[in-house]
């Protein structure tokens, strides 16, 4: 019944779009054949925390993209957004993440910039290396 509202995300606080991601990203590693009709819509519903600020989100947001890109899914309408989402999270300059790593100490957040622009480029890495589905994602025709 949930499966037909992409918005999902929309409407929730950080707190709860980060519990989405990580629910999220359990599914689709474990509930492979089950989620198959419903790829193009998770991508769809997932695509809208793309501009995601809270760095939790945007961290837990980048390990369930590379859930997915691991299960087919970034081949659907909308996948190379989230590949542009890791792209431009594995580039963060270095002034862009002082930057964020303040906010993230008023907050007082575990996570800081640094470490989601390591981890996006290690996503990129393994999407570009281990995943050969990625390859029309990546260059498309």
Known sequence: EYMGH??????????????????????????????????????????????????????????????????????????????QFIVKEAGLSDDTIIEMDKEAIKKKLSITGKEVRQVCSEILWLMTTNIPEMESVLWPS
């Open 6 to 83: 992409a918005d999902g995300f929309e409407n929730l606080n950080a707190q709860n779009r980060l519990a989405g991601c990580h629910i999220l990203k359990h599914l689709v590693t474990r509930l492979v054949d089950e989620l198959k009709v419903h790829r193009a819509l998770l991508v769809a519903g997932v695509k809208i925390l793309i501009n995601e600020n809270d760095l939790r989100v945007r961290m837990a947001l980048a390990q369930l993209i590379i859930a997915m890109a691991s299960k087919n899914y970034l081949v659907h309408e909308g996948g190379q957004i989230l590949v």
